[in-house]
């Protein structure tokens, strides 16, 4: 590898560790130039999947657009990055799993709302809103309704505090 700061191409390995999933490989290399130490990721190669999006147009699957997606999601939400690139790499595993050269948008995005929902009301509701298009506000408003009540039962159990889901109709 070359070193990021003298860009000499000769450095040893300190550690090597394998993510939690087993999809990267996470080094810590010292640069025999200059001393300097910095990290490596190594991913399994991915075969060319493909997006089928709405209106039949294909992309190349990327896991980035995915976690931004999370990322935007969860903004000022007690959410940690780790946690969101752990869902990610769930939800790569599973796509994976399930097929080898095309996944719709449509199943990616229910993943990603299955997954908003179990992590956070606030989250899911942001995504959803955009995500859904929704028909009427009715239709918003039955989505929510399971969200509010579980909310609400926590509250009274002396649980999380619901204050910042706000419905303005
Ligand atoms: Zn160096």
């Known amino acids: 590898m070359q070193c990021l700061f003298c860009k000499v191409d000769n450095d040893k390995v300190i550690?090597?560790?394998?993510?939690?999933?087993?999809?990267?490989?996470?080094?810590?290399?010292?640069?025999?130039?200059?001393?300097?130490?910095?990290?490596?990721?190594?991913?399994?190669?991915?075969?060319?999947?493909?997006?089928?999006?709405?209106?039949?147009?294909?992309?190349?699957?990327?896991?980035?657009?995915?976690?931004?997606?999370?990322?935007?999601?969860?903004?000022?939400?007690?959410?940690?990055t780790d946690t969101l690139e752990n869902i990610v790499n769930e939800i790569e595993r599973e796509i994976y799993n399930k097929f080898d050269r095309e996944v719709t948008a449509s199943f990616i995005g229910s993943l990603v709302m299955q997954k908003l929902k179990i992590l956070d009301a606030v989250a899911y509701v942001r995504f959803a809103s955009v995500y859904r298009e929704f028909k009427d506000i009715s239709e918003f408003i039955d989505e929510l309704k399971p969200l509010m009540t579980g909310e609400k039962k926590k509250k009274k159990d002396g649980g999380t505090d619901s204050r910042s889901i706000s419905l303005q109709h």
Not at 46 to 74: H, M, Q, Y
Request: hydrophobic letters at 25%; a positive charge.
């Open 15 to 80: 550690n090597s560790r394998t993510s939690v999933d087993g999809l990267s490989i996470k080094r810590r290399r010292e640069c025999l130039g200059c001393g300097r130490r910095f990290t490596t990721y190594e991913r399994i190669e991915e075969s060319p999947l493909r997006v089928v999006k709405k209106d039949g147009t294909r992309e190349s699957f990327d896991r980035k657009k995915i976690l931004n997606g999370f990322l935007k999601a969860c903004e000022k939400r007690p959410v940690s």
